[in-house]
């Protein structure tokens, strides 16, 4: 387990913040297709929070994107970076969830976020910040729609409807199982929205959200329970 710093310089204020967005928002890649379904190496990463001894601990899980297999994995430990605002949730996270991504000992393919993407209020949620600063292929996968819109996807696995801001798509509800409620896809960076919908498909075989997600929150939950035991 790597124990992470806050790094020099990070924002400690909304207004630095939101001007970090802005200015890495520019660095958004929207033009690449992104890697095939199926191939090579798919990470999920989660975090979870005590902030009662402020502690955030993250995790990230490599699978087999063929198998869905476990690869590698690894975990980053260390303090809140960053007071709850929402819309601002990724500065609370990105220093540990790049430690974890460090940490692994091989390529992490695409990486699956618990979060948004472009389905962001500033359209640069933590899919598209963590792709930006790591430079890797990313996509968000949330479990509701955040701000935005959409109708109903059909009850058949599979269906998507969009994601709307206005009359802008800002990603797709998708309906991962049968009769369950959707999921809200979301390109983060050097993905398209087609494939990220793929790519969340084919990591989601039997359950509602992607194994990525799944086997990540797992993990960083069992990483907090080790950190915090004791204090």
């Not at 929207?30 to 989660?46: I, K, S």
């Not at 009662?52 to 490599?62: M, S, T």
Request: glycine share 10%.
């Amino acid at each position: 387990m790597t124990t992470v710093r806050i790094p020099a310089g990070w924002p400690v204020t909304e207004e630095q913040a939101r001007a970090a967005q802005d200015e890495l928002r520019e660095r958004v890649v929207l033009d690449e297709p992104g890697p095939p379904p199926g191939t090579g190496h798919v990470t999920g990463v989660d975090v979870a929070y005590d902030d009662e001894r402020d502690v955030v601990a993250a995790a990230a899980v490599v699978l087999d994107a063929a198998t869905l297999d476990v690869v590698a994995e690894a975990t980053a430990v260390g303090r809140v970076s960053f007071p709850y605002v929402p819309g601002l949730l990724a500065f609370r996270e990105i220093p540990t969830v790049l430690a974890a991504l460090g940490a692994l000992p091989c390529a992490p393919g695409l990486v699956v976020c618990d979060g948004y993407g472009l389905a962001h209020p500033r359209r640069f949620g933590l899919a598209s910040h963590l792709g930006v600063l790591a430079g890797l292929p990313t996509i968000g996968v949330a479990k509701n729609p955040f701000t935005f819109t959409y109708e109903d996807p059909d009850a058949r696995r599979g269906s998507a409807a969009p994601l709307l801001a206005g009359d802008e798509e800002v990603g797709r509800a998708l309906r991962t199982r049968d009769g369950t409620k959707p999921v809200f896809v979301s390109v983060g960076h050097r993905v398209s929205l087609d494939n990220a919908c793929a790519h969340t498909m084919a990591l989601s075989p039997r359950h509602r959200l992607p194994e990525t997600t799944r086997r990540a929150d797992a993990l960083c939950r069992r990483a907090l329970k080790e950190a915090t035991a004791g204090r």
